[in-house]
Nanobody
């Protein structure tokens, strides 16, 4: 059983940077793919980025390409999302997620493909 806990959210001005992290406990080494997703109240959850083994292979939503970077430290069971040039539309609750399944490239940014989730961390850009 894998548990995920996010941290590092907060408030930042537009154009600024923020890094959020997710620490995995339990059988974290069995995760083939990890991802970041976000949701604004009243809207559907959307993908931000994912990182999958082998490789690792990273994928990004078009809205964050060139601004966000996902990375993983397997030794520390930590997933990180570095967010640069933040925009007000990046304001959302950010969730870390993982799956033990090896996902096809078409599925790596689909929330439905991920089986365990953290409680989320709020990012506000003004």
């Amino acid at each position: 059983h894998v548990q995920l806990v996010e941290s590092g959210g907060g408030s930042v001005q537009a154009g600024g940077s923020l890094s959020i992290s997710c620490v995995a406990s339990g059988d974290a080494s069995s995760s083939y793919c990890m991802g970041w997703f976000r949701r604004v109240a009243g809207k559907e959850r959307e993908a931000v980025a994912s990182i999958c083994r082998p490789g690792p292979i990273t994928s990004y939503a078009d809205s964050v390409k060139g601004r966000f970077t996902i990375s993983q430290d397997n030794a520390k069971n930590t997933l990180t999302l570095q967010m640069n040039n933040l925009k007000p539309e990046d304001t959302a609750m950010y969730y870390c997620a993982g799956t033990r399944f090896l996902l096809l490239s078409a599925n790596r940014l689909r929330p439905s493909q991920y089986t365990y989730w953290g409680p989320g961390t709020q990012v506000t850009v003004s």
